[in-house]
């Protein structure tokens, strides 16, 4: 069991969509654990104020009519900052989405939340450490066995064939041919337009999914205001082959559409 000197509040968001400064929070629990062993939950849908996209509800299920009625946060703000009140945070991703897109709405309701001197714990940044994720580790987890030679080419495409025969094995609802494994590995995020998530959709039309400059704002908009960015993203700058045909498409007036 961790052990606690101090507070600790274990949180997790659900939003209208995958920006934590342009987005909205629709769902919202906090559990909080005392140094003691006495825990405390808030856990409530919100009312975001405006429509949730399609593709938000195709992720966490949960649509306009679930969160009308429900408190907005700006009623919910002096309840979440009784229960944050001198805690350190956690979360599965926290620090890269849940704390800034708390942190941007509890501001939009007209609230501070002070972060100094809190101690972010992510489990998410320990599962990435803790749990290798290359080829050997595949290999011994599939298969059993530890790759003799490994990174030598022969060695290390015999282990990935035969990973990939025990995939097939494993798993009941995994497809057994090229074809449908093709398609499965073809599968893209339904929030995200690219595999990447450079782009995400955002009310059915393509939008930012990255960077300072221009997250949050819609492709077709950019390409009207700043089409020199988009030329950069297609010529020079490091991005996937299916990003730079998409952007070059923008700048020719095409843009994707949510099927």
Known sequence: MMKLDRP??????EATGVDPNQDRIVDVCVLRFEPGGAETVLSTLVDPGAPIPAEATAIHHIDDGMVRGQPTLKDLAPRLLEIFEGA????????????PL?????KRAGYD????????????TIFQRKE?????????????????????????VRATAEVLWAQVERYPDLPKDAAGLAAFCAQIDPGRVDADGKFVWR???????????????LLRDVARED??????????????P???????????????EKT
């Open 8 to 13: 600790l509040c274990v949180f997790d968001l």
């Open 88 to 99: 350190d945070l956690s979360g599965f991703n926290a620090a890269r989405y849940d704390i």
């Open 102 to 106: 708390m942190t941007a709405e509890l």
């Open 113 to 124: 939340w002070p972060l100094e001197g809190r101690r972010i714990v992510d489990s998410f």
């Open 132 to 156: 290798r994720r290359d080829l050997a580790a595949a290999y011994k987890f599939y298969c059993g066995k530890e790759i003799s030679g490994a990174h030598r080419a022969e060695a290390d």
């Open 203 to 217: 009310g059915g039309q393509a939008a930012f999914g990255f960077g300072g400059k221009h997250k949050g704002k």
């Open 227 to 240: 089409p020199g960015y988009l030329d950069w993203m297609a010529n020079k700058g490091n991005f996937s």
């Open 242 to 256: 299916a990003v730079a045909a998409l952007v070059r498409d923008a700048l020719k007036g095409k843009f994707p």
